[in-house]
């Protein structure tokens, strides 16, 4: 699995995050593992567990099967 390839999916998830003033960046690829750092409104948000599972890692396993989780550091 290559960087870019997540990094494309990322950049596809991130317009919906910067529209409630939030971001997201890919700190790193760890196997089948996605580490990535929730910022601005995202990075204190009570929420901000269900938009990495149910938004973030549902997509990224959609378009990368390989990707196993996604892990916020």
Do not use: F, W
């Not at 990322?10 to 700190?27: C, F, H, M, T």
């Not at 750092?37 to 269900?50: E, I, N, T, W």
């Amino acid at each position: 699995m290559e960087k870019e390839q997540v990094q494309s999916v990322i950049n596809k998830i991130r317009p919906a995050l910067q529209a409630d003033g939030g971001d997201v960046e890919l700190v790193e690829i760890d196997g089948g593992v996605v580490k990535v750092r929730l910022q601005g409104a995202c990075a204190g948000c009570p929420m901000s567990q269900m938009t990495l599972k149910n938004g973030i890692e549902r997509i990224l396993k959609q378009e990368l099967p390989e990707v196993k989780s996604v892990e916020s550091v």
